[in-house]
């Protein structure tokens, strides 16, 4: 009747009474049936030391699967945030490599149009002896552009076959 668990915040809704002796606790059961279930009513479990070992490999399996399930939900949830954050991350990556294609389209056009519009008449002023030095260099297009991000999609069973491509 002393509800021992209701006098803290986290404690089990039962308790368990220890009777040290088995041929103690076989009279009290010989004496009086009802024992057991009267102190299951109450909350209280009574037992010896052979039952005592089985209840606390009973108790202490279900706090590793509680840890278990506690561990999984926390998988799941940095499992989540890091998909978003690869999610988010392959935006940008997305639009560097745009930023990067729209950058060498914009330098091969300055490079066409310096090489035939402005650096032809400089080169003129060397051949009229008007310069001296080394020649004017000549300027080329860049050709590589950005690999495009083409992740397989996903599957059930990991790829063994992918290899890691190195752009130089």
Same mark, same amino acid.
């Given at each position: 009747a002393k509800a021992y668990w209701n006098q803290f915040d986290r404690a089990p809704e039962f308790v368990v009474m220890f009777i040290p002796v088995e041929s103690c606790f076989a009279s009290a059961i010989e004496r009086d049936p009802e024992l057991i279930e009267l102190g299951v009513r109450q909350k209280v479990f !009574?037992?010896?030391?052979?039952?005592?070992?089985?209840? !606390? #490999?009973?108790?202490?399996?279900?706090w590793r699967e509680e840890q278990i399930a506690r561990n999984a939900q926390e998988i799941s949830n940095l499992g989540k945030r890091l998909y978003e954050r690869m999610r988010i991350l392959s935006n940008h990556i997305a639009d560097l490599g745009r930023g990067l /294609?729209?950058?060498?389209?914009?330098?091969?056009?300055?490079?066409?149009?310096? /090489?035939?519009?402005? !650096?032809?008449?400089? #080169? #003129?002023?060397? /051949?009229?002896?008007?310069?001296?030095?080394?020649?004017? #260099?000549i300027l080329a297009p860049v050709e590589v552009t950005p690999r495009t991000l083409t992740a397989p999609k996903s599957t059930d069973e990991p790829d063994d076959d992918l290899q890691e491509?190195?752009?130089?």
């Open positions: !009574l037992t010896t030391p052979a039952t005592l070992i089985a209840l !606390l #490999r009973t108790v202490a399996y279900g /294609e729209k950058a060498n389209k914009s330098y091969n056009k300055a490079v066409g149009s310096i /090489e035939s519009k402005v !650096l032809v008449a400089a #080169r #003129r002023f060397k /051949e009229l002896g008007a310069a001296s030095g080394d020649d004017i #260099r491509t190195v752009i130089e």
